[in-house]
């Protein structure tokens, strides 16, 4: 049996109060895709948030690599972050950057890798990600496609045990959806831990091991993608498939 | 990190609140004051150098120095004392707060002993029995006559002066226009905002002298010996100072040394200092303000740019009580700041702070300018870092960035892109506003203009050209700003 890389034990989040994620309990092992999908406003990309503690949890606990991040100090929670890398529905890159600063910033700045290795490094990932001539331009001249395949560039110049991903396509024009995932598909492909939370249905079909099915605050359903999409369990997951795939 | 410049910041702060509580502590006991003054072999002599011919401003081999009878009765002192004579300049009526701040030893300027003035600070003898006189344009002559002349019209006076004073009291329906000094008065005079000019018998002699189209009357003012005498001041309870003095001062008076010596040597710097009046003759006095307004802008923003941003952290900080605090600590720094005139602060800096630890004026300008400029900068720089978007800090964190590391590599260069005009403007702002230091004796552009003035009798040319030369220090400083501008925008 391998051990799990996130561990989370019945974790809550409540905003002013109000709560959002009720008692989830679940773990992802090393090398598995997670695709969280549910209705919009269940929690999903708060659930993301708190796995590397971008959200700090109400109650209950979120371990990685055997570590309870929420008993850690902030310097080992920074360090263990590193160690998770992560893509944002806006892409967030710093638009003060080129493309290659953009990517060299948190190697050197965090690991204290040489300029001349962050860049080595940098252009492979840019060739990874198709996008190895637009090195010297500025995020504000990429379109939507081009900026989140940089973004996951970026965080995988850290060198990620997983890479999470909150809605990566859903800013995107349709014509520039494929590009994302493709890039995504090659991640899983060669063996990324990934946790996912998408409206992509296709990709969760057919990219991932496990589909996390949410809503109201739970995970209501965990299951592999067949029999998830052929025998939803939960009335809140018949309902949800019946919307969307009509 | 931020905790230790949060408590750093306290510390300061609460340093600051207490000092600005303390009261002087009066050393009635023993006086030393004596002993102090041949122990340091220097002698402190504060002047407003603007009034001719008992002190002003001349060129002397290419250097600027203070001149007059008040230095030569001032030089006579340290003499008698043997110890060596320093002269600081100021406007009058920052005189008597220096001397009970101890940033002078003694005051030499033209004062009365008026019994207001005893009560603060003790006197020596009289060495100079003078008289008012007023000037007015030659073009009113035979208009005015004396002080009861001016019915319905203005008359000014110094400010901080007896004859401001007794002006506003000895007459009827005459409005006193007062100023800082001489040389604005006369220039008031020439452009017809004062039908006269109220001030001691010398100065007005040493105007007319020089200038044709000025003639005096006599003043008519019904005043004491002590009003129109004038004499060294000490700081109160000094005796022993005072008592040596008082030989060297009898001493002026018995041999008449004033009328025989002093005045004559003062009128020779008067003559040959009016043969060249052109603002290019005083390129150096000109030059000499424009580099005291750079270094004091520039230290001032460096300065002042720091503590801003320490200003805006803490302003940002939340969560632990000491951030809290900081956050309480800094909001009030830059409420009373923006709050209180920077002139005021300049003067609390200089007088206030002079009363623990003795700051050159210059030191004291660029302080109190870069606290305020700081409280300004630290607003500036806030708006920045909430302007850039909250994705950033979540991005940097995400790539295991800490809270420190991402504020520096990424929130603050976008922060200061965003707000680079506003910091350019306070630059700019900071170029005009450094002539606040004028006031206590920075030859920064206001003041050397203030000295040519006073220096050549013309009022309006020096204003042009110190017009001119801020306007070239600004709009340099704005193409700069703008080039750089340029080149970081990327976004």
């Not at chain 2, 910041?9 to 002993?35: I, W």
């Given at each position: 049996m391998?051990?799990?890389?996130?561990e989370?034990?019945?974790?809550?989040k409540?905003f002013?109060?109000?709560?959002?994620?009720?008692?989830?309990?679940?773990?992802?092992?090393?090398?598995?895709?997670?695709?969280?999908?549910?209705?919009?406003?269940?929690?999903k990309?708060?659930?993301?948030?708190?796995?590397?503690?971008l959200?700090?949890?109400?109650?209950?606990?979120?371990?990685?690599?055997?570590?309870?991040?929420?008993?850690?100090?902030?310097?080992?929670v920074?360090?263990?972050r590193e160690?998770m890398?992560?893509?944002?529905q806006?892409?967030n890159?710093?638009?003060n950057?080129?493309?290659?600063?953009?990517?060299?910033?948190?190697?050197?700045?965090?690991?204290?890798?040489?300029?001349?290795?962050?860049?080595?490094?940098?252009?492979e990932?840019?060739?990874?990600?198709?996008l190895?001539?637009?090195?010297?331009?500025f995020?504000?001249s990429?379109?939507?496609?081009?900026?989140?395949?940089?973004?996951?560039?970026?965080?995988?110049?850290?060198?990620?045990?997983?890479?999470?991903?909150?809605?990566?396509?859903?800013?995107?024009?349709?014509?520039?959806?494929?590009?994302?995932?493709?890039?995504?598909?090659?991640?899983?492909?060669?063996?990324?831990?990934?946790?996912v939370?998408?409206?992509?249905?296709?990709?969760?079909?057919?990219?991932?091991?496990?589909?996390?099915?949410?809503?109201?605050?739970?995970?209501?359903?965990?299951?592999?993608?067949?029999?998830?999409?052929?025998?939803?369990?939960?009335e809140?997951?018949?309902?949800?498939?019946?919307?969307?795939?009509? | 990190?931020i905790?230790k410049?949060c408590?750093?910041?306290?510390?300061?702060?609460?340093?600051l609140?207490?000092?600005?509580?303390?009261?002087?502590?009066?050393?009635?006991?023993?006086?030393?004051?004596?002993t102090?003054?041949q122990?340091?072999?220097?002698l402190?002599m504060?002047?407003?150098?603007?009034?001719p011919?008992y002190?002003?401003?001349?060129?002397?081999?290419?250097?600027?120095?203070?001149?007059?009878?008040?230095?030569a009765?001032?030089?006579k002192?340290a003499?008698?004392?043997?110890?060596?004579?320093?002269?600081?300049?100021?406007?009058f009526d920052?005189?008597?707060?220096?001397?009970?701040?101890?940033?002078?030893?003694?005051?030499?300027?033209?004062?009365?002993?008026?019994?207001?003035?005893r009560?603060?600070v003790?006197?020596?003898?009289?060495?100079?029995?003078?008289?008012?006189?007023i000037?007015?344009?030659?073009?009113?002559?035979?208009?005015?006559?004396?002080?009861?002349?001016?019915?319905?019209?203005?008359?000014?006076?110094?400010?901080?002066?007896?004859?401001?004073?007794?002006?506003?009291?000895?007459?009827t329906?005459?409005?006193?226009?007062?100023?800082?000094?001489?040389?604005?008065?006369v220039?008031?005079?020439?452009?017809?905002?004062?039908?006269?000019?109220?001030?001691?018998?010398?100065?007005?002699?040493?105007?007319?002298?020089?200038?044709?189209?000025?003639?005096?009357?006599?003043?008519?003012?019904?005043?004491?010996?002590?009003?129109?005498?004038?004499?060294?001041?000490?700081?109160?309870?000094?005796?022993?100072?005072?008592?040596?003095?008082?030989?060297?001062?009898?001493?002026?008076?018995?041999?008449?040394?004033?009328?025989?010596?002093?005045?004559?040597?003062?009128?020779?710097?008067?003559?040959?200092?009016?043969?060249n009046?052109?603002?290019?003759?005083?390129?150096?006095?000109?030059?000499t303000?424009?580099?005291?307004?750079?270094?004091?802008?520039?230290?001032?923003?460096?300065?002042?740019?720091?503590?801003?941003?320490?200003?805006?952290?803490?302003?940002?900080?939340?969560?632990?009580?000491?951030?809290?605090a900081?956050r309480?600590?800094?909001?009030?720094?830059?409420?009373?700041?923006?709050?209180?005139?920077?002139?005021?602060?300049?003067?609390?800096?200089?007088?206030g702070l002079?009363?623990?630890?003795?700051?050159?004026?210059?030191t004291?300008?660029?302080?109190?300018?870069?606290l305020?400029?700081?409280?300004?900068?630290?607003?500036?720089?806030?708006?920045?870092?909430?302007?850039?978007?909250?994705?950033?800090?979540e991005?940097?964190?995400?790539?295991?960035?800490?809270?420190?590391?991402a504020?520096r590599y990424?929130?603050?260069?976008?922060?200061?892109?965003?707000?680079?005009?506003?910091?350019?403007?306070?630059?700019?702002?900071?170029?005009?506003?450094?002539?606040?230091?004028?006031i206590?004796?920075?030859?920064?552009?206001?003041?050397?203009?203030?000295?040519?003035?006073s220096?050549?009798?013309?009022?309006?040319?020096?204003i042009?050209v110190?017009?001119?030369?801020?306007?070239?220090?600004?709009?340099?400083a704005?193409?700069?700003?703008n080039?750089?501008?340029?080149?970081?925008?990327h976004?």
């Amino acid at each position: 049996m391998t051990k799990p890389i996130i561990e989370v034990k019945n974790l809550a989040k409540e905003f002013d109060g109000n709560p959002v994620l009720k008692d989830i309990t679940e773990q992802v092992n090393p090398g598995q895709v997670i695709v969280v999908i549910g209705p919009s406003g269940s929690g999903k990309s708060t659930f993301l948030r708190c796995l590397n503690l971008l959200e700090t949890p109400t109650s209950g606990q979120v371990a990685f690599d055997g570590q309870d991040l929420t008993t850690l100090d902030t310097k080992r929670v920074n360090e263990l972050r590193e160690q998770m890398g992560m893509v944002f529905q806006g892409f967030n890159l710093f638009p003060n950057m080129s493309v290659l600063e953009n990517i060299k910033l948190a190697p050197m700045k965090v690991k204290g890798v040489s300029d001349a290795d962050a860049t080595k490094r940098a252009h492979e990932l840019l060739q990874q990600v198709n996008l190895d001539d637009h090195a010297d331009a500025f995020p504000s001249s990429l379109s939507g496609g081009q900026k989140q395949r940089v973004a996951i560039a970026r965080a995988l110049a850290m060198d990620p045990k997983v890479m999470l991903f909150d809605e990566p396509t859903s800013a995107l024009d349709p014509e520039m959806v494929g590009e994302v995932l493709n890039v995504m598909q090659d991640l899983a492909t060669q063996g990324m831990t990934m946790v996912v939370v998408t409206h992509e249905m296709g990709f969760a079909k057919s990219v991932a091991d496990r589909i996390w099915f949410m809503a109201d605050g739970y995970i209501q359903e965990n299951s592999t993608p067949d029999d998830f999409f052929a025998h939803p369990q939960t009335e809140r997951a018949q309902d949800f498939l019946s919307k969307i795939l009509m | 990190m931020i905790k230790k410049i949060c408590l750093g910041l306290l510390l300061s702060c609460a340093l600051l609140m207490g000092l600005s509580l303390t009261t002087p502590t009066v050393h009635a006991a023993t006086d030393h004051s004596l002993t102090t003054v041949q122990k340091k072999g220097t002698l402190v002599m504060g002047t407003a150098p603007d009034y001719p011919p008992y002190e002003f401003e001349t060129t002397i081999h290419g250097k600027t120095q203070v001149v007059g009878m008040d230095v030569a009765v001032g030089q006579k002192i340290a003499k008698d004392l043997g110890v060596k004579l320093v002269i600081k300049s100021m406007s009058f009526d920052s005189l008597l707060v220096a001397l009970q701040t101890g940033k002078v030893d003694m005051v030499i300027s033209g004062m009365n002993p008026t019994p207001a003035r005893r009560k603060n600070v003790a006197f020596t003898h009289t060495y100079y029995q003078g008289g008012y006189s007023i000037v007015i344009n030659k073009s009113d002559q035979g208009r005015y006559h004396d002080k009861d002349s001016f019915k319905g019209q203005n008359l000014g006076a110094q400010t901080g002066t007896t004859l401001y004073n007794e002006s506003k009291r000895q007459t009827t329906n005459t409005t006193i226009k007062g100023m800082t000094t001489i040389s604005n008065l006369v220039l008031a005079l020439q452009s017809h905002k004062v039908a006269g000019v109220a001030m001691e018998k010398p100065s007005a002699k040493a105007y007319v002298a020089n200038n044709k189209q000025l003639v005096m009357i006599p003043s008519h003012f019904n005043l004491s010996a002590a009003d129109t005498s004038t004499a060294v001041a000490f700081k109160k309870g000094s005796t022993a100072l005072v008592t040596a003095a008082n030989q060297s001062v009898d001493q002026i008076k018995h041999q008449d040394l004033i009328n025989k010596n002093y005045l004559p040597a003062a009128g020779q710097y008067l003559k040959t200092n009016t043969v060249n009046t052109s603002m290019w003759h005083y390129w150096k006095a000109f030059l000499t303000g424009v580099k005291y307004t750079l270094i004091i802008t520039v230290c001032a923003v460096f300065f002042g740019f720091i503590l801003g941003v320490l200003l805006a952290l803490l302003r940002l900080g939340h969560g632990s009580l000491l951030q809290t605090a900081g956050r309480w600590l800094a909001t009030a720094y830059v409420e009373f700041i923006r709050g209180t005139p920077m002139m005021v602060q300049v003067m609390f800096v200089y007088f206030g702070l002079g009363l623990i630890v003795n700051l050159p004026a210059l030191t004291s300008g660029i302080i109190a300018i870069a606290l305020n400029s700081g409280a300004y900068v630290a607003e500036y720089i806030r708006g920045g870092i909430n302007s850039v978007d909250a994705g950033q800090t979540e991005a940097a964190r995400s790539l295991g960035l800490s809270r420190t590391a991402a504020l520096r590599y990424v929130i603050l260069p976008q922060a200061l892109q965003n707000i680079w005009p506003s910091l350019g403007n306070e630059f700019i702002t900071l170029i005009k506003d450094s002539s606040i230091v004028s006031i206590i004796g920075v030859s920064e552009l206001i003041y050397q203009s203030n000295i040519v003035r006073s220096d050549t009798y013309r009022g309006v040319a020096p204003i042009v050209v110190i017009m001119v030369l801020y306007f070239i220090l600004t709009f340099t400083a704005s193409r700069l700003l703008n080039h750089f501008e340029k080149k970081w925008q990327h976004a």
